[in-house]
């Protein structure tokens, strides 16, 4: 996403000794609050630069229409969820140089507790900035493991800047997601069957859903227990299903007692449009079209996001039949670490030969081929 004042692409390691003389990283204090929003109201003064081109591109443009170039805006933001810098707990983590921030890194706990999610990663333009990746990042694991966090999530752009410098750092991509992007009309006065409001008993449901749906290779990554998955599959969107709170509404369709669809609507907010998400059992691939119908007749008028992952192929016909325009690809990319064991007191010569005969498993990261 080029820009005349976009930060350079963080691709070099940190030369050796840099950080510990003249770069700092640490945890942000209230003190910090006012750099740090400095540097993150930079990066979105270049973002809305993009969408003011975009949006005056006229019929040439690859996001066609003032409405959409907004929509892709809002996804690219620099890793960023929209977070509110006042609200940052306590994962936001700064490199400051000789008294000045050059670069942040923000992370918000998934459900579940054992996972963060890295919402922010805003680098300064300068070349200290530009070698604060690497230390941020490590600062960001080092922190969660001491906390009891393992696995690492984000969410970014497909030929992102950033993508490789999280590649350096171990980030696997697993999957990845299509966002489409519509202006809805005023929906139509019919019952927008053949959906149904999802119930707490549904998540069983849904869960088996999504093990019948996402191929083995993804499933290992989100699900490997249904606890994991309710905290890695849309960040913890399916745990409200149960919690009925929060700006999410659930809806299933059930054939024979069994749960053979789901869709997931986030409402919209001032900083983003209506958002969906769809799962369909690929044995009932026929019923595509009218899902998508229904779903949309459930609706509200105006501006819409469709994310579909890469192996939804018959929803995303279906999507892109209602008028739906392909925007980005974002991929999903995790990194699971080792947790850090205490030390155990010096064992008895005979309890040593004892713990000799009994086999040990290495703990392995992912990505190394243990999966």
């Not at 963080?10 to 000794?17: E, N, V």
């Not at 890295?118 to 333009?125: F, G, H, Q, R, S």
């Not at 490590?138 to 999530?153: D, I, K, M, P, T």
């Not at 149960?242 to 986030?266: F, K, L």
Request: glycine share 8%.
């Amino acid at each position: 996403m080029g820009g005349a004042h976009e930060p350079p692409p963080c691709l070099t390691l940190l030369p050796s000794g840099m950080h510990t003389k003249t770069m700092q990283v640490r945890s942000a204090s209230y003190r910090d609050l006012g750099q740090v929003d400095d540097l993150y109201r930079t990066t979105m003064e270049v973002e809305e630069e993009l969408t003011q081109r975009l949006a005056a591109a006229g019929p040439h443009s690859p996001v066609p229409g003032a409405g959409l170039a907004r929509a892709w805006s809002i996804l690219t933001k620099s890793l960023s969820a929209l977070m509110p810098l006042a609200d940052v707990g306590d994962q936001l983590f700064v490199a400051e140089h000789h008294g000045r921030i050059i670069g942040f890194v923000q992370a918000e706990p998934a459900p579940g507790g054992r996972a963060w999610q890295v919402i922010n990663l805003c680098l300064d333009a300068s070349a200290e900035g530009h070698f604060a990746g690497v230390p941020l990042l490590q600062y960001l694991f080092n922190e969660g493991l001491a906390r009891g966090v393992s696995r690492f999530l984000v969410r970014i752009p497909e030929g992102h800047a950033l993508a490789s410098l999280l590649r350096e750092q171990g980030f696997q991509p697993y999957a990845s997601e299509q966002i489409s992007f519509r202006e809805l009309p005023q929906p139509p006065h019919q019952p927008p069957e053949p959906w149904v409001p999802a119930r707490r008993e549904d998540l069983l449901g849904v869960y088996l859903l999504y093990l019948r749906t996402a191929p083995h290779a993804v499933a290992a990554v989100e699900a490997p227990s249904l606890k994991q998955w309710r905290a890695t599959f849309q960040l913890g969107w399916l745990s409200r299903l149960e919690a009925r709170s929060g700006d999410s509404r659930h809806y299933v369709i059930e054939r024979e007692g069994q749960v053979v669809a789901w869709a997931g609507v986030r409402s919209a907010a001032r900083a983003r449009p209506t958002q969906i998400s769809m799962m369909l059992d690929p044995q009932h691939k026929e019923m595509s079209v009218e899902a998508v119908h229904g779903l949309l007749g459930r609706l509200p008028q105006g501006a819409t996001i469709c994310l579909l992952r890469h192996y939804d192929g018959e929803l995303a016909r279906a999507v892109a039949a209602r008028g739906f325009e392909p925007v980005a690809t974002q991929l999903l990319m995790a990194r699971d670490l080792p947790m850090k064991l205490r030390a155990k007191p010096a064992l008895k010569p005979a309890q040593r030969a004892i713990a000799g005969a009994i086999p040990v498993v290495q703990a392995r990261s992912f990505g190394d081929g243990s999966r």
